[in-house]
């Protein structure tokens, strides 16, 4: 299994950025997946999840109507849309399999992609 992630950066605060992840070695089309983040000093926070089929999406409250998640079966890719960035969603982004709790554990997750949110 490998995921990699990308799209993270340097940002100020109210900017958007869009999280890529595309995986490999495995189908990531009938997995539910997750993004995840770890802020600085923290420890890891799950941020939203998408079932396999795309038809049901979860968010965690305080990204609620900010962060959207997608995928894209075809092109074994998973999508994280970030509005309205603050400086609180400082952090490494992951992708990982699974929902909730089980993407916290899974050791199937990328290197993560950095993002900062700063003025």
């Known amino acids: 299994v490998q995921l990699v992630e990308s799209g993270g950066g340097l940002v100020q605060p109210g900017s958007s950025l869009r999280l890529s992840c595309v995986g490999s070695?495995?189908?990531?089309?009938?997995?539910?997946m997750s993004w995840i983040r770890q802020p600085p000093g923290k420890g890891l926070e799950w941020v939203s999840g998408?079932?396999?089929?795309?038809?049901?999406?979860y968010v965690e409250d305080s990204v609620k109507d900010r962060f959207s998640i997608s995928r894209d079966n075809a092109k074994n890719t998973l999508y994280l849309q970030m509005n309205n960035l603050n400086p609180d969603d400082t952090g490494t982004y992951y992708c990982?399999?699974?929902?909730?709790?089980?993407?916290?554990?899974?050791?199937?997750r990328g290197q993560g992609t950095q993002v900062t949110v700063s003025s």
């Open positions: 990982a399999r699974g929902l909730g709790f089980r993407a916290l554990q899974t050791m199937d």
């Open positions: 998408i079932t396999s089929n795309g038809q049901n999406t």
């Open positions: 070695g495995f189908d990531l089309g009938s997995a539910e």
